[in-house]
T-cell receptor, first 113, second 117 residues
Framework: DVKVTQSSRYLVKRTGEKVFLECVQD?????MFWYRQDPGLGLRLIYF???????EKGDIPEGYSVSREKKERFSLILESASTNQTSMYLC????????????FGDGTRLSIL | AQSVTQLGSHVSVSEGALVLLRCNYS??????LFWYVQYPNQGLQLLLK??????LVKGINGFEAEFKKSETSFHLTKPSAHMSDAAEYFC???????????????FGQGTILTVHP
């Protein structure tokens, strides 16, 4: 079974802090994704990476950056956290092949105070 | 570009009743469609996927979905709801633009299913 592990289930940070969310997958997947989930808005793609050191912006990249130095690890960075970034963050991975489902971690619920 | 619309942000049914969750898609190319379920405080799990092999797709936990090209729909059904089906359900369409888009999904807004005893 594919395992996608997010480092924290719950995180509380202060406005202006630099925040790191970590995600690790164990299936050698090329693609990795970061989503933000808010009630009534579904999942919105922040960034995705299709290879080590490669990334593309998703639908809502403003205020975020990412890092992928190793194939199994994909980090989401909030450069200067703001209260409107309080949300559930989900990481996913898959192979870059048609109809490959994405495999999700359990999510990180981030609160910015 | 593909898009997905889920009709009804909340659906409430009684235990044993039919579950129907609606999903309509927009795509300029033949779509590949998915249904995911999210239980409280968990990530998303794949319920089923449509890959053009058959229009009626069976998934886990007794769920199935039918692809109807003429209606651009991919509604999710289950004949008899269980209390354990209470969750949020997401419909998604695969981005078939090619290149680095392989593997990307566009999600609907989600439907919260409540099951009453």
């Amino acid at each position: 079974d594919v395992k996608v592990t997010q480092s924290s289930r719950y995180l509380v940070k202060r406005t202006g802090e630099k925040v790191f969310l970590e995600c690790v997958q164990d299936m050698d997947h090329e693609n990795m994704f970061w989503y933000r989930q808010d009630p009534g808005l579904g999942l919105r793609l922040i960034y995705f990476s299709y290879d080590v050191k490669m990334k593309e912006k998703g639908d809502i990249p403003e205020g975020y950056s990412v890092s992928r130095e190793k194939k199994e690890r994909f980090s989401l960075i909030l450069e200067s956290a703001s209260t409107n970034q309080t949300s559930m963050y989900l990481c996913a991975s898959n192979r870059p092949i048609f109809v490959q489902p994405q495999h999700f971690g359990d999510g990180t619920r981030l609160s910015i105070l | 570009a593909q898009s997905v619309t889920q009709l009804g942000s909340h659906v409430s049914v009684s235990e044993g009743a039919l579950v129907l969750l609606r999903c309509n898609y927009s795509s300029s190319v033949p779509p590949y469609l998915f249904w995911y379920v999210q239980y409280p405080n968990q990530g998303l799990q794949l319920l089923l996927k449509y890959t053009s092999a058959a229009t009626l797709v069976k998934g886990i936990n007794g769920f199935e979905a039918e692809f109807k090209k003429s209606e651009t729909s991919f509604h999710l059904t289950k004949p008899s709801a269980h209390m354990s089906d209470a969750a949020e359900y997401f419909c998604a369409v695969s981005d078939s633009a090619g290149g680095t888009s392989y593997g990307k999904l566009t999600f609907g807004q989600g439907t919260i299913l409540t099951v009453h005893p």
